[in-house]
């Protein structure tokens, strides 16, 4: 047993612990490529034979049982084939190196890459959307690419299939997305739980660095207090300004955390308003308890390559494992004697061989020339003394034809009396010509809008336009404008339909950024007494938040005055306005399609506003139908009191007559929450030591402070 648990007669579970590369040269020149034909060999037979057999047996809904023994069978070729003569010498040089670590035994048993492949790749190579060229790279890259740094540079993905399969890996690990969003049988399990990175930007990056690191959050930041983004931007964090942990949304998330807090936890929606991961100090700070995992799909050195096992890797039930089979082993232990060599036996038996084929040759020449003599003979005395002289001499006689008329003139003929047909119409096959080009100019702008995703286009309002907009919206008026009969088919609607699907989801993430970025600042001042009251250095009729101050002296507190009751008002109704319009976009968001991560922030944001109002609007308020507190009514709707019943209903606030307000019920799944616990200060023992003594007994939130919190010390409330 090796020193990390299997039960292996080698320290690294493979063959020989020491290889040594056969350098092609001499009687081994032959040899040069024997490494790179052995692996196009296994992904020709294995690769496309699984690519094809993982699609069929998820439409017939039968599993593939025997995924993981051609996997298996697959290596153990492979490293047979590179072998000189069973080891330990080699071909392929330090490229291929790593693949003699392999183990068949624990391929079977203990190969995390060759159950995610079994369990999650092949499963849901169907809702790849990627032609057959990009389907075989990827399978090339999780079969090769991640057996070593040099293979990874060799069976890499090209950058356009790139972006497929980050898109794919969106739709199988975004704990977002429901299981059962595709046909035959949804999102296979085993995906959710291999830490795929499914966000599209910090994906595409990973893929694409050169050279690959596809798991840079296994080693914290070497700089102090700097967080550092999957595409190299680094920016400082400061305690007392949370906004700073924000810094990576629009550099694709966080790839390294500070070296004070060097862990990062495995939620990938538990921090910077749910769609990021949080760095903490400990593992079990994390609010799952488990730090974020490399993903055994792409990682370069899983420990069990190498013999090496690691907590909750299971272990082959046999005794021994290895490489060699048991039946050789036997052979070569009881083999006594020597065979003999090939130039030997060649020496004692050539002068048998070469008679032997010196007779069959004569044979052979003597019936060539018998028959191709009979032959000869047959031809000419047909031609000199039979029938055939004849016939050649009639053959040059001048014959008149009998479908000649005496007149010389050639009998009647369909086709060549028939009429001429009329030229083809230039303009016609030329414009469908540029009918064909333009559908498929507008095929490309689609897919490459929906390379990018069908939804979380962008990250924040003043992101730049992305290039396929533009692209798209020019393809799609030069569209327009050639529309003709021959453009409006099914295909050409089913297209259209999908870029005005794609540039709306745009506009309305593009919109409800803004709307969240214009109503942020409110959370600072949404808990403020008062908004309006004039500054003594203000000159007469000076605006003041939008609201025009008359010259008054105040000699009493300001909100005691008219004025100032009047102005505190209109910035109320100013700042709830603001409320329901975000409320109205959010609405308008979802219904577009929008990424449901932008709409969760944005009621994030909502929620934290209402939380903030000291007075919240008479009119906007009514009890939850179900009894569970305080329900906001939908913007547009207005509560009031019947002055004839003294009961309270709600009508349009827009209704174009006084016949209009009427009662009209909302659904509760109209009505917005109120919730208060946002509005509680923050624990300062937890902003700086990121735990509280008190627990649960005391009585402020436990979080990270958002614009516009207060943070108070902890008060532990003795009972009397």
Not at 124 to 147: H, I, K, M, N, T
Not at 350 to 366: K, M
Not at 686 to 706: A, F, N, S
Request: hydrophobic share 35%; glycine share 6%; charged share 25%.
């Amino acid at each position: 047993m090796n020193e990390s648990g299997f039960n292996c007669n080698t320290s690294s579970c493979s063959k020989y612990d020491e290889w040594f590369n056969v350098e092609p040269v001499g009687a081994y020149e032959a040899n040069a490529r024997t490494c790179r034909d052995a692996l196009d060999a296994a992904s020709l037979n294995f690769g496309r034979y699984a690519i094809k057999e993982c699609k069929d047996r998820r439409v017939q809904q039968t599993p593939f049982e025997e995924c993981r023994l051609g996997y298996c069978d697959m290596y153990q070729k492979v490293v047979d084939d590179i072998s000189l003569q069973g080891g330990p010498g080699f071909f392929g040089g330090e490229e291929c190196r790593p693949l003699l670590n392999f183990n068949h035994t624990l391929c079977m048993t203990s190969y995390r890459d060759a159950e995610a492949f079994c369990d999650c790749l092949c499963p849901s190579l169907l809702y790849l959307d990627a032609d057959s060229a990009c389907q075989g790279e990827v399978v090339d890259f999780f079969l090769f690419g991640r057996r070593g740094e040099k293979l990874a540079k060799r069976y890499g993905i090209t950058s356009f299939c790139v972006l497929n399969v980050c898109g794919w890996f969106e739709k199988l690990a975004d704990p977002r997305q429901p299981m059962d969003q595709f046909n035959f049988g949804g999102v296979p399990p085993k995906c959710r739980d291999l830490s795929l990175p499914f966000k599209q930007s910090q994906c595409t990056r990973l893929m694409n660095s050169r050279p690959f690191d596809p798991c840079p959050w296994e080693e914290p930041n070497q700089k102090s207090n700097v967080l550092e983004c999957t595409d190299s931007f680094e920016c400082t964090i400061d305690v007392k300004h949370v906004d700073s942990w924000s810094c990576c949304s629009s550099h694709g998330f966080r790839a390294q955390c500070p070296p004070e807090w060097p862990v990062m936890c495995g939620d990938p929606l538990d921090c910077n308003g749910g769609i990021d991961h949080c760095c903490e100090e400990t593992e079990a700070q994390c609010s799952t308890g488990e730090k974020r995992e490399c993903s055994a799909v792409w990682k370069l050195d899983l420990p069990e390559w190498t013999g090496r096992r690691e907590e909750g890797v299971k272990a082959p039930d046999a005794t021994t494992t290895t490489t060699l089979d048991p039946s050789v082993a036997a052979l070569l232990a009881y083999t006594t004697t020597t065979a003999p060599g090939v130039g030997e036996s060649f020496a004692s038996a050539g002068p048998y061989i070469i008679a032997v084929l010196g007779v069959l040759v004569i044979t052979c020449t003597v019936c060539a020339c018998f028959c191709i003599g009979s032959e000869h003979v047959k031809n000419v005395t047909a031609v000199v003394l039979g029938s055939r002289r004849l016939m050649m001499i009639e053959a040059k006689e001048p014959t008149i034809q009998p479908g000649c008329p005496a007149s010389g003139e050639p009998p009647k003929s369909k086709e060549r009396d028939a009429p001429v047909p009329d030229p083809p119409d230039y303009a016609a096959i030329a414009a469908a010509m540029r009918d064909e080009e333009t559908m498929e100019k507008l095929k490309k702008a689609v897919q490459s809008a929906y390379s990018m995703g069908s939804c979380h286009l962008i990250v924040s309002a003043s992101s730049p336009p992305p290039r396929q907009e533009k692209l798209l919206r020019e393809t799609m008026d030069y569209f327009k404008g050639r529309a003709g009969a021959l453009l409006y088919t099914e295909e050409s609607n089913e297209l259209m339909r999908k870029a005005e699907q794609w540039l709306t989801t745009l506009a309305a993430e593009r919109k409800i950024l803004r709307v969240i970025e214009d109503v942020r600042p409110d959370l600072r001042t949404a808990a403020n007494p008062s908004f309006t009251k004039p500054k003594p250095q203000k000159q007469p009729w000076e605006w003041t938040n939008d609201i025009e101050i008359p010259p008054f002296d105040y000699p009493g507190p300001w909100l005691s005055t008219l004025n100032g009751q009047t102005c505190e008002g209109v910035v109320k109704d100013q700042l709830w306005h603001r409320i329901e319009s975000l409320t109205d976009a959010i609405k308008v968001a979802r219904a577009d399609g929008a990424s449901e991560a932008l709409c969760v922030q944005a009621a994030t944001v909502r929620q934290g506003l209402v939380a903030r109002t000291k007075e919240l609007p008479a009119d906007r308020v009514v009890l939850d139908p179900e009894g569970e507190g305080l329900k906001l009514l939908p913007p547009g709707t207005q509560r009031a009191i019947s002055g004839m019943t003294g009961d309270a209903y709600s009508y349009m606030v827009n209704f174009p007559d006084e016949a209009g307000q009427f009662e009209l019920p909302c659904t509760r799944e109209e009505l917005v929450d109120v919730a208060v616990d946002d509005c509680r200060p923050v624990c300062s023992i937890y902003v700086e030591k990121r735990k509280c003594h008190l627990g649960r007994r005391c009585p402020w939130r436990h979080c990270m402070p958002m614009p516009g919190d207060t943070i108070r010390e902890p008060v532990k409330l003795e009972d009397v």
